[in-house]
């Protein structure tokens, strides 16, 4: 009986561990669209930073975007357990704002010479003294945390969207590796991100003869060249990607989107299917983007900046 309960046991374990790597999967990519923007946004926010200062800047960061999750996980567990009716409209205003600040973004490029950041680095860049600096880099790395919580918001309840309908355990357990995985992910390759140059910069610099040393110099020149093409791409990427997240969860969320989405597609499947999927979520993010941004802006100037 002893050994048949424990077979049982190891079943049931094995059961929950399948449904938990499933829910997880499923999670990773939804919420893959809000990588690229959060990539972006952080190797931003970190730039301008003495060399000698990203990696430390890079990981308070990390341990910000830890607490945030610390937070967000229990608050959005607690709702699945007490107003799980509270989800759908979390994740459709989580959809809202992802296709708002992806409007947003271009509309500022488009609308607004000015860079955003320019401020700050240049206050930074003439900064004289320890303090003044240590001052800015804490400044940077509050305004980096703040971006992160609202990033993480949105990850956590897209999340919770995936498991709400899961048992208890399975639920904390998926959450927490979202939550652990994206940021450890997340902020190892912003690390990677802000140190490319100046790992091309010592390749570059490399002395000596031979075909391999050769090689490691032409290695750091395509490094340079790169990170400011990396930069640019992962921007673009991440706002394109916002626009599909956010569609998508809009057009599951409205049971008219979704039922039209699916007359559309009805009859195709493959790579047709996922086209007009796919361009039909893009459709949806732009023009609620454009929507709640046209209502901010007119808050905004009804009601004042707060």
Known sequence: MAGTSLLALIDDIASILDDVAAMSKVAAKKTAGVLGDDLALNAQQVSGV??????PVVWAVAKGSMINKAILVPLALLISAFIPWAITPLLMIGGAYLCYEGFEKIAHKYLHSEDPHAERDAELAAAKTDADIVKIEKQKIKGAIRTDFILSAEIIVISLGIVAGAPFVNQITVMVLIAVAMTVGVYGLVAGIVKIDDA?????????????????????????????WLMKALSFLGTIAMFLVGGSILTHGLPWAHSLIDTMTHGHNGFVNTLITGASDLVVGIVT???VLAVVTLASKMFGKK
Request: hydrophobic share 40%; proline share 3%; net charge positive.
């Open 50 to 55: 003495n060399a000698d200062r990203e990696l």
């Open 200 to 228: 091309g910069l010592y390749l570059s610099s490399l002395e000596g003869r031979g075909g391999f040393r050769h090689a490691l110099r032409g290695l750091g020149g395509f490094l340079l060249g790169m990170a400011p």
């Open 289 to 291: 983007g454009a929507i």
